[in-house]
């Protein structure tokens, strides 16, 4: 689903990604951290695909939202885990949307 974000500028948080084998609890852990992360101030919205490669993006009011949802314990505590059993391989890119358009029939 496209997520409905507000009109720009606001923020986008780009999470590429590469799994290690098997599930190991990942999907379980990543519903929660969507659940928490719609909680946070700021948070406005996701998307997410996997393939070869993970991506998801969320989207945030302010760099301050980000920062405070990096900062998270339980957020941090996963991310941890994300590196210790999860992830091969990982990319965090934050920038400001300027502008946007799109299409909806």
Known sequence: ??????????????????????????????DKMLELAQKQPGFLGVESARENVGI?????????????????????????????LWYKSFKV???KVEKDYGFEK
Not at 1 to 24: L, Q
């Open 93 to 95: 890119r934050i920038c």
């Open 56 to 84: 998801t993006v969320s989207y945030w009011d302010s760099l301050e939202a980000i920062k405070n949802w990096k900062q998270n314990s339980e957020h941090s505590l996963v991310r941890e885990k994300g590196r210790e």
């Open 1 to 30: 689903m496209i997520a409905k974000t507000p009109s720009a500028p606001y923020y986008a948080v780009i999470f590429t990604s590469v799994r290690t084998d098997g599930d190991n609890n990942y999907n379980d852990a990543s």
